[in-house]
């Protein structure tokens, strides 16, 4: 089937549950493999691409995606600027970042700056598409390595006064924060809506002074509160 300029149209119901992802890569060829992989996924859409940060931050504010997959070494803005921007105008979001082995470096401020998890350029196609629908459902992705030197760069002492500040629920609900249960399954976990484990999360980030789920998941192993 096509529309009225020839474009292959996709049967709405079959995509009406497709995870909108936005690809950031100042390499083209990337970006076409990126995208020739993914519109074969039935669950994943690819509704646009950006060569730069600047481009990337307008183009997320444009389309809404649901996931960014963003590269961090590019030229003018690059990707942890970019990220930055994408928080400071409340874009909902989730950030994937894509990097190489020899740019670990770079994902601790990447994370510091937003990011829910990274993936190395060389991945498995469908370890990708998995590590998409992953951070989709709320989950962190945090390499055992990258989360020691997150811990190492934190100050021990920092806010740890206020965990005291939580309630007995919010304390459940963290330490499966920091076991990378996502919204849905902490819902699960403790016969709750997910309505209300949202209302949970907010109050933690805000009673802990934190901006993202993954600072405090970290929080949580930092201060003995994870599961």
Not at 12 to 25: H, K, P, S, T, W
Not at 111 to 132: H, M, N, S, T, W
Request: glycine fraction near 10%; proline fraction near 3%.
């Amino acid at each position: 089937m096509a529309d009225e300029h020839g474009n292959g149209v996709r049967h709405a119901a079959g995509r009406a549950q497709a995870i909108r992802v936005l690809l950031v890569d100042d390499h083209q060829v990337v970006r076409r493999g990126l995208r020739t992989f993914l519109e074969i996924q039935d669950d994943i859409e690819v509704v646009g691409e950006a060569s730069d940060g600047g481009e990337g931050v307008a183009r997320a504010e444009e389309l809404r995606p649901d996931v960014v997959l963003m590269d961090i070494k590019m030229p003018g803005m690059d990707g942890i600027e970019a990220l930055r921007k994408l928080r400071e105008l409340g874009n909902p979001a989730r950030v994937l970042i894509v990097t190489s082995f020899t740019e670990q470096r770079t994902v601790v401020p990447a994370l510091r700056a937003g990011a829910c998890g990274y993936v190395y350029k060389d991945i498995d196609p469908e370890a990708l598409a998995g590590a998409i629908r992953s951070v989709h459902a709320g989950h962190v992705l945090l390499q055992p390595e990258v989360a020691g030197a997150l811990l190492a760069q934190d100050d021990p002492g920092t806010g740890q006064g206020r965990g005291t500040s939580l309630t007995d629920r919010e304390r459940e609900v963290l330490g499966l924060i920091a076991d990378g249960r996502s919204n849905r399954e902490i819902a699960r976990a403790l016969v709750l809506s997910e309505k209300t484990v949202k209302t949970h999360v907010s109050n933690i980030l805000m009673k802990l002074d934190l901006s993202d789920r993954t600072q405090a998941a970290l929080w949580a192993v930092r201060h003995g509160a994870a599961g």
